[in-house]
C-alpha cells in the first residue's frame, strides 16, 4: 500500500464528490441529451468532441495522489487504484508512463507563463480555417459575411497566429498567409499566455494528470475553457445567432477592441490556473514513485 498522506472517511469524501459530479453536470447533462437527440450545437459540444475526456470522467472526483479513501468500492472498482484494509488511493505505480508527457508539460507551462501576452490577433484563426474553401466549414452555421466578404477580412489583416493546433486547421490558402509556418516542434517555442486556445488547452493539460491529482482543478480548467470557447465563436466569421449569441464584429475598430477586451480578461483568469497546473506537475514529478533518472523524450 503507498505510503498515505491523510486518509478521509466517506462522511468527509462522498459531499465532495458529490458536488464535484452535480457541479459538472451543469455542462455534461445538456451535452447528453443532445447525443441522445441526435443534435449537436456548435459551441458547447466542442470541449467534449475536441478533448478526450467523456462526460462520465468529467463528472468522477478524484483526492489525488497519496489521499486514501475509507469506504470507497466504486473507487476500488477504478483500476487506476489500490485496495488495502479498507482503504482506498490512486496507484502510484502507474505514474512511470506518465513522465516523459509530464515534463513536457512542465516546460510548456514554464515557458507560457513566462511570455508577455499577445493580442491582436482578433480571432482570426477562425476565419482563417475556411477562407476560400467555404464548403469545406467544419460548422453548419452560416458565414455571417458569406464566402466572399469572409475572405476578404482574411486578406485585409495580418495573420498572426501563434498556436500550433488552431494553426493546423488552416485552409492550405490561408496557411501561408500567418507570420510564420507552425509545426508541432515550435509548440514550446510560440506559446503564449493571450493565446484563447491555450488558454483552453488548460483543461487538456489538467485531465491528463487525473486521477493523480485532485479533480477541481480540472473543473475550473473546464469551465474557463468554455467561457472563451464562447467568445472564441462569437468572434468567429459563423452566424451563430440562432444559438443565443452575439457576433463580436472583429472586422470593425469596435469589434476589435471588444475582442482585445475579453483576451486581456480571460489572460488574468487563466494566470493562477497555469500556476497551479504547474505546481501539480512539479509535485506529481516530485514525487518519489517517479524515477529521476528517466530520460527526457526525444
Known sequence: MPVLTRVLAREEWEPLAQAHAERARVHTEPHLARRRAGLTHPVADFLFEYYNLSPGALERWHPGLRVGLADAPE????????????????????MARRVSGWRWTRELLRRTASRPARTGCFGLHEWAMVYR????RRHSAPLRLGAEGTDRVVESHRLVCTHVDAFRF??????PLNVEILEREHQ??????????ATMDLYRIAFRM????????????????????EVDMMASPYDLRAHGYEPIRIETPEGKAEYVRRQRAFTQAAAPIRARLLELVESLLADPAVDSSQPLPG
Not at 474553401?133 to 469545406?136: A, C, K
Not at 514550446?188 to 486556445?197: I, N
Open 210 to 229: 487525473l486521477p493523480f491529482i485532485e479533480a477541481t482543478i480540472v473543473l475550473d480548467a473546464f469551465e474557463l475553457a468554455m467561457a472563451v470557447r
Open 170 to 175: 488552416f485552409t492550405a490558402e490561408a496557411r
Open 188 to 197: 514550446l517555442e510560440r506559446e503564449q499566455p493571450g493565446c484563447l486556445h
Open 133 to 136: 474553401e467555404p464548403e469545406e
Open 75 to 94: 473507487y476500488a472498482a477504478l483500476g487506476a487504484y489500490v485496495e488495502q484494509d479498507g482503504v482506498v488511493t490512486v496507484d502510484p505505480s502507474r
